[in-house]
């Protein structure tokens, strides 16, 4: 069965870094994009960056444009979201999501706390 499974998250201070990782399994990983989403409390999901199966192609929410890099190692089956210069705003519990045959995956998602 499909699984993803987030890692990285963790407690940081403002103009900080973190990498996320998550690792898939249950099918054929190097065929479909990938995307990034993170919740904020009280707020609904939403898409923070995407990449495409090749890893060539990437997309990003214009409020982390420049702070965050999506990359994936197809070999390893795992995807992974570089943030930096990190702000307070962006605690969340981030999500690693697939979508296969129109049928959308998540994992369990990773907490991210920026607070000093």
């Known amino acids: 069965q499909v699984q993803l499974v987030e890692s990285g998250g963790g407690l940081v201070q403002p103009g900080g870094s973190l990498r996320l990782s998550c690792a898939a399994s249950g099918f054929t990983f190097s065929n479909y994009p990938m995307r990034w989403y993170r919740q904020a409390p009280g707020r609904e999901r939403e898409l923070v960056a995407a990449i495409s199966p090749p890893g060539i192609g990437t997309t990003y929410v214009d409020s982390m444009k420049g702070r965050v890099t999506i990359s994936r190692d197809n070999g390893k089956n795992t995807v992974y979201l570089q943030m930096n210069t990190l702000k307070p705003e962006d605690t969340a519990v981030y999500y690693c999501?697939?979508?296969?045959?129109?049928?959308?995956?998540w994992g369990q998602g990773t907490q991210v706390t920026v607070s000093s």
């Open positions: 999501k697939a979508e296969i045959r129109s049928i959308g995956y």
